[in-house]
């Protein structure tokens, strides 16, 4: 229920009361040109009242939604996502990069993607509604951590580079080794190698599998068991000392 009050004021009182409002005025616009000012008796109430609060609160609100302060507000919901979305595109050029978890899923990667984003846009007070924007923005800009590894040639990039590269020698060389005893050696070195080349992902299972074939196929006595034997050592032992009283004639 609203009730109307008519007060009879001397000059005095309100030509005080004027002068506190056009005070107001003046620290309020001195301190920030864009702050919009309550009517005079919107001013008289809160006085009346003893509420000094509401009143600057008020204007404050009337001032963030229109003018400057409330265009800029705008801007930055409508363009926070399309800015981070320029920064992780951008990345790449100044040597830097947006890595996801190889194991994950496209389905995964945007669900990580929407808590991420719900995230970003509630601690920068920006519009939820820009949410699924966001998040399709970082999953598409996100990618494999192994690509971003070898695109920036980081250490371990290096070494499972490295790895795979010395399974191909160690490959290249068992096909013309004719010590069967270094060639069993060199098999072992090599499965040794692609196992750790497989864990570093520089080979998948399936090349793995088509490196051993081809050394198998060439070499197939490597992978036959050697018996363990005293007669197989003994034999062992009188090839290498025929060989060596063979070599010593020459």
Excluded: C
Aim: glycine share 6%.
């Amino acid at each position: 229920m609203q009730t109307d009050i008519s007060l009879s004021l001397s000059a005095e009182a309100t030509a005080r009361l004027r002068a506190d409002f056009d005070a107001f005025v003046r620290v309020s616009t001195g301190l920030d040109a864009e702050f919009i000012p309550p009517a005079f008796d919107d001013f008289l109430r809160a006085r009346l009242l003893q509420q000094d609060g509401p009143l600057t609160e008020r204007a404050v609100m009337r001032l963030l939604a229109s003018g400057e302060y409330g265009w800029a507000r705008k801007v930055f919901d409508k363009q926070l996502p399309n800015a981070l979305a320029a920064l992780m595109r951008d990345a790449e050029r100044f040597g830097f990069g947006l890595a996801v978890q190889p194991a994950w899923t496209q389905q995964q990667r945007m669900e990580h993607a929407r808590e991420w984003a719900t995230n970003i846009l509630s601690e920068a007070g920006a519009d939820a509604a820009f949410t699924e924007a966001l998040a399709g923005q970082i999953a598409s800009s996100a990618v494999d951590i192994r690509t971003l590894e070898e695109r920036m040639r980081t250490p371990a990039w290096r070494m499972a580079d490295g790895l795979r590269q010395r399974a191909y020698d160690v490959m290249y060389a068992l096909q013309t080794e004719q010590s069967e005893a270094l060639g069993r050696s060199k098999v072992g070195e090599l499965r040794a190698l692609l196992g750790l080349a497989l864990e570093y992902g520089s080979v998948s299972a399936e090349e793995a599998a088509r490196v051993l074939e081809q050394v198998e196929r060439s070499r197939p006595h490597l992978f036959r068991e050697a018996p363990d034997d005293v007669f197989a050592r003994l034999a062992a032992w009188l090839r290498r000392a025929f060989s060596q009283t063979a070599l010593a004639r020459q």
